[in-house]
């Protein structure tokens, strides 16, 4: 099993902005035969160094993964995160 976690700082820091955003994310739920899984958390302590969400999605192999990010709708999300984020991190394992 394969874990990407991608936390996301956002430019405006409201919940309105992070709440759109996990909209965004959850709506790949069930549209991507290789998504395993996916979880979208909102931050609750809101200080200087958090970041606003964080995005967890699984998959059985990297090559889904690989898959994954190449997939339209994928994409498309991608670009909406892309033009609301400033700033991500991510950690990506696996496990047996």
């Known amino acids: 099993m394969i874990t990407n976690n991608l936390l996301i700082k956002l430019k405006e820091r409201n919940r309105a902005d992070a709440e759109q955003a996990k909209a965004q994310l959850l709506s790949m739920q069930g549209k991507i035969g290789v998504l395993a899984g996916i979880q979208v958390e909102l931050d609750i302590r809101h200080s200087a160094s958090s970041y606003d969400l964080l995005l967890i999605t699984r998959f059985a192999a990297m090559e889904d993964m690989e898959a994954y990010l190449a997939h339209p709708i994928h994409v498309e999300v991608s670009k909406y995160i892309a033009e609301v984020m ?10 047996s």
């Not at 400033?86 to 496990?95: Q, R």
């Open 86 to 95: 400033e700033a991500s991190a991510s950690v990506c394992y696996g496990t």
